[in-house]
């Protein structure tokens, strides 16, 4: 399978990882021991792959969409909310 492979120095790896942390919390699930306490599902780095991938998967439906409605003549109608 082909793949993107970017190179991150590693005093910016760790700016990258704790601001998408920041922005985008990391998911997790109830501690079985402890039900108030949340275990996170996703390390730090996997979490910033995570958020970069579903990123990408965005864009593409966004383009998809893009190119779907440019296909049947869409225009987009500015004067609904004025």
Do not use: H
């Not at 990882?17 to 079985?32: E, H, N, Q, T, V």
């Not at 893009?66 to 004067?79: F, H, T, V």
Request: aromatic share 8%; hydrophobic share 40%.
């Amino acid at each position: 399978m082909p793949q993107i492979t970017f190179n991150i120095s590693v005093e910016k790896l760790e700016k990258i990882k704790d601001s998408l942390a920041g922005l985008y919390p990391i998911p997790g699930i109830p501690d079985p021991n402890n039900p108030k306490l949340m275990i996170p599902q996703f390390t730090k780095s996997q979490w910033a792959k995570e958020c970069v991938r579903r990123w990408i998967i965005k864009q593409v439906a966004r383009w998809e969409q893009s190119q779907a409605q440019k296909a049947i003549g869409y225009i987009e109608d500015n004067e609904l909310i004025t």
